[in-house]
């Protein structure tokens, strides 16, 4: 089912779109381009020879857009929810006469659904969702030195775009902001919850709503095996940012998808954009191989035993 908004409960019986199956609409605009360009300046004189020419220099970038799939959690969430499923509870009540049960508890057990409220709670989806996408470019070079050294330098840049997110469209609020239609006589205070539309229940909508931008200069120095050693060194500096780190509720991400004041008076998510939980500003990786020098033929029973080791 897909959601079809807020306040468009009838107040008087209670009726509205809650209750009718939706299709999303079919996304046909997923174009990809990715494009990429090499140059390795040839020059082998004079001071530019010197310091890039000789083929031992490569100038890069590129660009390239793809896109995210639909998966299952959307669908199976909004599968197991009102109006596709109806949860009926049957309160057990202590008869302190019989603590040990309630007789015949199987007649109890309703034999049909309650009806559908428009107080109860749904995760689904706008009918407008469309496949979030992603762009990716790079620029840098690359230059070899001597002493078997090749050093890397890049900058990296990634945007996201109509990520999927959780949004309570119809968040808890204040008494002063909730929206309740004025009738004659007044909705029943059965019928109504501490809601912007006080009308309806939960409205846990997974929108297009996310955003991201990753931007990162990237320095990678490596040393080819040569006597017995090989290493790389790579550092990035970097930085994150983001309006929601996933699209799931984790607790441990203390994630602020779900704002106290809805998008209507305080922005919604615009204004939750921030650096992102899963920034590093810093990250330096070292790695090294070497080949221990005796006995690296392994030959006889002793050799076999102490050579051949790398640290």
């Known amino acids: 089912a897909a959601w079809s908004g807020l306040f468009n409960i009838d107040p008087v019986t209670f009726d509205g779109p809650y209750r009718l199956p939706n299709k999303v609409k079919a996304d046909h605009n997923n174009f990809s381009p990715i494009v990429g360009v090499a140059y390795s300046p040839s ?13 031992r220099t490569v100038f890069r970038g590129g660009y390239g857009m793809g896109y995210d799939s ?3 959690n959307i669908a199976s969430n909004a599968q197991g929810g009102s109006p596709n499923a109806i949860a009926t509870a049957v309160p057990s009540v202590v008869d302190p006469a019989n603590p040990r049960g309630l007789a015949s508890l199987n007649t109890r057990i309703p034999t049909s659904p309650r009806p559908l ?18 762009q990716h470019w790079s620029a840098g070079f690359q230059r070899e030195f001597s002493g078997n050294l090749v050093l890397d330098v890049s900058y990296v840049g990634s945007k996201g775009s109509k990520l999927y997110l959780n949004e309570q469209l119809n968040p808890t609020v204040p008494a ?5 239609p004025q009738t004659s006589p007044p909705v029943p205070a059965g019928r109504l919850q501490p809601r912007l539309d006080a009308l309806q229940g939960s409205r846990n909508i997974r929108t297009n709503g996310g955003d991201s931008n990753y931007h990162a200069a990237q ?39 779900n704002p106290a004041v809805p998008a209507f008076y305080a922005g919604g998510l615009r204004f939750d954009r921030s650096v992102s939980f899963f920034d590093r500003t810093h990250r330096g990786v070292f790695s090294f191989v070497y080949e221990l020098p005796w006995m690296r033929q392994q030959q006889g029973a002793l050799g076999r035993v102490v050579g051949g080791w790398q640290v």
């Open 219 to 257: 320095i990678l120095l490596t040393r080819r095996l040569a006597q017995g050693l090989s290493g790389t060194f790579a550092y990035t500096y970097s930085k994150l940012i983001d309006n929601g780190a996933d699209v799931f509720s984790i607790a441990q991400v203390n994630q602020t998808q």
């Open 70 to 72: 639909f998966f299952n």
């Open 176 to 180: 002063s902001l909730q929206v309740i």
């Open 43 to 55: 020059l082998d004189s004079g001071w530019l020879g010197r310091l890039l020419g000789r083929k």
């Open 117 to 134: 409220s428009p107080l109860d709670a749904q995760s689904l989806v706008p009918g407008d969702l469309v496949n979030p996408y992603y």
